[in-house]
């Protein structure tokens, strides 16, 4: 029987409205903000996910759900899901939802990693060939600019980067802003060991994600953010980290054999980006560990390199594309000299 699949798949869609103040106020009754938990439960159902936990600010609402994260903008939602969660059946219900508010679908993006165990993966996740022809066929003909992009490790099958946009011309991503996301592999044992729940242990899952959040680490990396965590029985973590309209998220699936944690965050500028990924690979210590970030520029490959090399892991290969409306995807892999 294969093991639980830790590898998240991400979609971030995007739209535009007549609604200029829901482009810029962020008001919690305004745009993707004022769909109801019910409408937010069938979306979630077509993917085969719920909720588990929530929070929200003056910018966006953050849920943590049975598998990842979700995180709803007035004019943005961005649905991380792992297992064998069909993600992109959430495409369908949510341009219904969005067209019934005035909202049009002006951008998409839908990057993962190399599933650990992809015969297990339901359609149409059953390769990124059919992922794209999905996407393809359930995108409306007004995104005219696509383009999808495996990008390889030389390193590790397990650490590819499968990426595919589509804009209609007029979304482009802020030069200010970027977005990181790590994948870890073969995690240290003795550090996994505090993402399972204690025997007989009594506390409830958010509870359980507290003390997690507090004996890991986990807490330090981002210091300034809300978190809402919750500890999965018998083992498994996910935290959101809410910081104004930021946002950072961890998953954890530590079982021996295919111990995974994944990290996601939206930085302003890149000056903190290498104290940040210092923490997170001190939390982890990971055997493998890939980074993709997008929106920074091709130049941010050596911030990254520069800040884990003295952790101890070596960098083992580096590529990197343009995409349309989103710049630049730099992916790179490392790996300790025990792997």
């Not at 990008?151 to 977005?179: K, L, N, P, R």
């Not at 919750?230 to 054999?257: A, K, L």
Request: net charge negative.
């Amino acid at each position: 029987m294969a093991g639980f699949e830790g590898f998240e798949k991400r979609l971030e869609l995007n739209f535009s409205g007549d609604d200029p103040a829901a482009v810029a106020g962020g008001r919690v009754d305004l745009g993707l903000r004022r769909l109801g938990f019910e409408s937010l439960e069938k979306v979630l159902h077509a993917v085969q996910c719920t909720v588990v936990s929530a929070v929200a600010n003056h910018y966006f609402d953050a849920y943590v759900l049975s598998e990842s994260s979700l995180f709803v903008y007035p004019t943005k939602i961005i649905i991380k899901t792992c297992g064998t969660t069909q993600l992109l059946k959430s495409i369908r219900p949510l341009l219904g939802y969005a067209a019934d508010m005035g909202l049009i679908l002006c951008g998409c993006r839908y990057t993962r990693g190399s599933f650990i165990f992809p015969n297990s993966q339901p359609y149409p996740h059953t390769s990124f060939r059919e992922e794209v022809n999905y996407l393809e066929n359930k995108l409306p003909n007004t995104l005219i600019y696509r383009k999808a992009t495996v990008m390889d490790s030389s390193d590790s099958d397990h650490h590819q980067w499968h990426a595919f946009t589509a804009s209609d011309g007029t979304h482009f991503v802020s030069d200010e802003i970027y977005t990181v996301e790590v994948c870890m592999t073969e995690l240290d044992p003795v550090l996994a060991r505090k993402f399972f729940r204690r025997p007989n242990c009594e506390y409830s899952g958010d509870m359980d994600g507290k003390e997690m959040t507090a004996m890991t680490g986990i807490g330090d990396i981002t210091p300034n953010a809300i978190i809402c965590d919750y500890g999965f029985d018998p083992c498994g973590y996910s935290m959101n980290g809410v910081d104004m309209d930021r946002y950072s998220t961890i998953h954890v699936t530590p079982e021996d054999g295919f111990s995974y944690a994944s990290f996601e965050w939206v930085g302003p500028g890149c000056d903190g980006l290498g104290e940040v990924l210092k923490k997170v690979a001190k939390v982890f210590r990971p055997a493998t560990m890939s980074v993709a970030t997008t929106g920074a520029g091709r130049e941010v490959w050596t911030r990254v390199k520069s800040a884990l090399e003295p952790m101890g892991l070596k960098c083992r290969s580096v590529a990197a594309d343009d995409f349309p409306a989103v710049g630049s995807v730099v992916f790179q892999t490392f790996a300790t000299r025990r792997n």
